[in-house]
Nanobody, 122 residues
Framework: VQLVESGGGLAQPGGSLRLSCAAS????????MGWFRQYPGKEREFVAA????????YYADSVKGRFTISRDNAKNTLYLQMNSLNPGDTALYFC????????????????WGQGTQVTISS
């Protein structure tokens, strides 16, 4: 399993960024996928998740209405569109793969990527 995040960087408050996660080494279309973030010295926290066929979308309250998770199973790629960013969104963002096929639970993710840093500052 390999997950490679990209798209992070520096953005201004109120701005947007789009994260991508390229997946390989497993049948992407069979697994729920998620985005998580980690602040310095804190544990990784849930941001958003999407089920294998995009029928289920789940968001943390802190990002609901601002972030949109999506996937392209033909390209084995997961996305996170982040709008209306604020300094509280500054964190290291990871994508994660569901623990088993055709199963979603918010706490049932493994096989993390290396992360991509998002920094929101004026």
């Amino acid at each position: 399993v390999q997950l490679v995040e990209s798209g992070g960087g520096l953005a201004q408050p109120g701005g947007s960024l789009r994260l991508s996660c390229a997946a390989s080494g497993f049948t992407f279309s069979e697994y729920a996928m998620g985005w998580f973030r980690q602040y310095p010295g804190k544990e990784r926290e849930f941001v958003a998740a999407i089920t294998w066929g995009s029928g289920g979308l789940y968001y943390a309250d802190s990002v609901k209405g601002r972030f949109t998770i999506s996937r392209d199973n033909a390209k084995n790629t997961l996305y996170l569109q982040m709008n209306s960013l604020n300094p509280g969104d500054t964190a290291l963002y990871f994508c994660g793969k569901g623990e088993r096929i055709y199963y979603y639970h918010r706490d049932a993710f493994n096989s993390w990527g290396q992360g991509t840093q998002v920094t929101i500052s004026s």
